[in-house]
């Protein structure tokens, strides 16, 4: 008779004691309670009936949450680069040509990953923190006539927020497939693939969706599925191949890579959440913190980045006031108050503040406690308004 101990029964005595923090950064976010006691829970194997069982839950929560029926709805075993990887593996092959919205970080990381892949990659260019307008949009797409196009819904590196239906119109006008980030987006504010008309999105578990980081949600449409059934070349990445991972996790449930089960259980707790509170309700709650640290951010004298209408509402940008140093103001928030946020980078170095109000801190509460901590801060970093 063998005994196994509880996972429970360990707790005193494990070695790994992390220093506390309030995750107001633009992920990982602060992970849900619930969600830590399902990682605490056993694991199976990658193969197991419950393993599938959990799988199959998830794909089922996952198509609310991205706002499709597509039935290609499922997980990839990565971070949320891993979800870009596959998206473009999958669909740029050698001489595709591949037009980017290019307005920050992560669409950088789309033509790069695009280029590796072969593709040829046209770019349309804007200032971080600004977003394409509906006609600019279309009218790119019917000059360059490319196969595929990629956006980045929420871009992390600005906070700007851009809508796809023009682009999606418009690239299904001239034959095109479009992939959207939505990695920060999703489970925080409407993301909605099928009325926009995207076909492929991906996604992260660590900002919208309150877990830990280390798996990508990713939903692709039966367009796209068609298309690629079609492929006549291999996919250069093994490890990102739809047809591989979804025959896995969806079809013959026959072993391609070892799953975490851990990860599994964290996200299907963290959508158990989602389900519960009612994905607008979800929504309205982070718009309603977005609006309320807006509020008082500027009470406190300071400007947002971007345009109003263009705001990502769980990923805000305030600029970086006169007379502040914000290296200063994000080391004395960790130091004195646990309190984690982000600076810009790129060509907002030194000019923004990166500050989430994610899953269990898109709260009013949180907001005043954010508020009270940073205006402190602030003025301790030689701030004067
Ligand atoms: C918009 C966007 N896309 C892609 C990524 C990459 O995700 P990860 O760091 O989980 O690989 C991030 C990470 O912050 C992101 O914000």
Redesign the pocket.
């Given at each position: 008779m063998v005994t196994v101990a509880e996972p429970t029964a360990l707790m005193e005595e494990i070695v790994v004691h992390p220093p506390k923090r309030l995750l107001y950064g633009?992920?990982p976010g602060q992970v849900h309670p619930r969600v830590y006691q399902a990682m605490a829970q056993p694991i199976v194997g990658h193969l197991d009936a419950y393993f599938f069982e959990i799988s199959t839950d998830i794909q089922r929560l996952l198509r609310t949450v991205f706002g499709t029926k597509n039935e290609m709805t499922f997980v990839i075993s990565a971070?949320?680069?891993?979800g870009?990887e596959t998206a473009i593996s999958n669909f740029v092959e050698q001489g595709t040509k591949v037009a980017v919205f290019a307005n920050g970080f992560?669409c950088d990381?789309q033509t790069e990953m695009a280029r590796r892949q072969g593709g040829e990659v046209v770019r349309f260019e804007k200032p971080w923190g600004e977003v394409f307008g509906d006609n600019e949009a279309a009218e790119f797409i019917r000059r360059e006539k490319p196969q595929v196009v990629t956006y980045?819904q929420?871009?992390?590196s600005a906070g700007a927020f851009q809508r796809g239906e023009a682009i999606c119109k418009a690239a299904h006008e001239v034959g095109a497939l479009v992939i959207a980030?939505c990695?920060?987006s999703l489970g925080a504010m409407p993301v909605e693939v099928d009325k926009t008309g995207i076909d492929i999105a991906y996604s992260?578990s660590?900002k919208g969706l309150s877990c830990p980081?280390g798996l990508s949600p990713i939903t692709v449409s039966p367009r796209a599925m068609e298309w690629l059934k079609a492929r006549t070349t291999p996919n250069r990445s093994w490890y990102f191949d739809i047809k591989l991972i979804s025959d896995y996790l969806i079809q013959s449930h026959r072993y391609h890579h070892t799953a975490s089960a851990t990860m599994f259980y964290a996200l299907r707790e963290g959508l158990a959440l989602i389900e519960e509170e009612g994905l607008e309700n979800r929504w309205e709650r982070h718009h309603q913190a977005h609006l309320e640290f807006v509020k008082q951010i500027e009470g406190l004298g300071l400007e947002m980045l971007v345009a109003p209408e263009h705001r990502i509402w769980n990923l805000n940008t305030p600029k970086v006031p006169q007379g502040a140093d914000d290296a200063k103001v994000r080391a004395t928030l960790l130091k004195d108050n646990g309190i984690e946020i982000a600076g810009g980078f790129g060509p907002l170095a030194g000019k923004v503040f990166r500050v989430g109000l994610m899953g269990p801190l898109a709260t009013t509460d949180s907001v005043n406690h954010f508020i009270e901590c940073f205006g402190k801060a602030l003025r301790g970093a030689g701030y004067k308004g």
């Open positions: 633009p992920g971070t949320g680069s891993g870009m992560f990381r980045v929420a871009e992390t980030d990695v920060t992260c660590q980081p």
